[in-house]
């Protein structure tokens, strides 16, 4: 099942860029308009609220048939029974992380250099998240990522590799031809009016 994944619109969640209500609005409207992995990112809410909204969020995934990845929280990830977990560089090792989900989850890791992308997929990564492409203001502290780099990655690696950071309408034909397996989108999708039109466009921008 994990290994047939199609991550070529991978939504992440973030509540102060929402133009819904609720977040489970904001993900219901994008696996609509054909988001086909969501990222639930909490940073500033207690671990019973993360739970409950992943529990929330989970029923709205499964429905559409998308897979659930929690950021950061390996505990959230297996308490909700979440598809896996994406982790970054200051998280918990991939290697850790591996042992503690077994091997039927997903495990992602962000990558922003070629040797932590090799020490990524030696420890159990299932994809990459590549970036931060360009300067975006939902990581300010991010690592920028050339397209050399990029390509560096692709070609060192035989894993799937979704790029994020600035990831939108205007910039994602840089990235046609370069190997990667989808966009990883913020801003782009979630802060637009229209949700599920915005995920629509840039699937079919991304695959045309």
Do not use: W
Not at 176 to 189: E, F, H, N, Q
């Amino acid at each position: 099942m994990k290994n047939k994944i199609d991550y070529t619109l991978y939504l992440c969640t973030d509540r102060d860029l929402m133009s819904t209500g609720t977040i489970e609005e904001s993900v219901e409207q994008a696996v609509k308009g054909g988001c086909t992995v969501v990222q639930l990112r909490e940073k500033h809410c207690s671990s019973k609220e993360f739970y409950e909204l992943a529990v929330r969020v989970k029923e709205i995934t499964d429905r559409y048939h998308v897979p659930l990845i929690i950021n950061d929280r390996v505990d959230i990830a297996l308490a909700a029974d979440a598809a896996g977990v994406h982790i970054g560089q200051s998280d918990l090792p991939a290697s850790v992380v591996r042992d503690i989900i077994g091997n039927d989850k997903i495990l992602g890791v962000s990558a922003s250099r070629l040797e932590e992308a090799v020490k990524a997929v030696e420890d159990g990564a299932d994809y990459l998240g590549v970036g931060a492409m360009f300067a975006t203001n939902t990581k300010a502290d991010a690592r920028p990522v050339t397209m050399e780099g990029l390509k560096e990655i692709r070609a060192a690696v035989d894993i799937p590799i979704v790029v994020i950071g600035g990831i939108n309408m205007n910039t994602l034909a840089q990235f046609k031809g370069t190997g990667i397996d989808g966009l990883a989108v913020v801003s782009a999708i979630i802060a637009e009016k229209d949700i599920e039109a915005a995920a629509r466009n840039m699937y079919q921008a991304f695959l045309a």
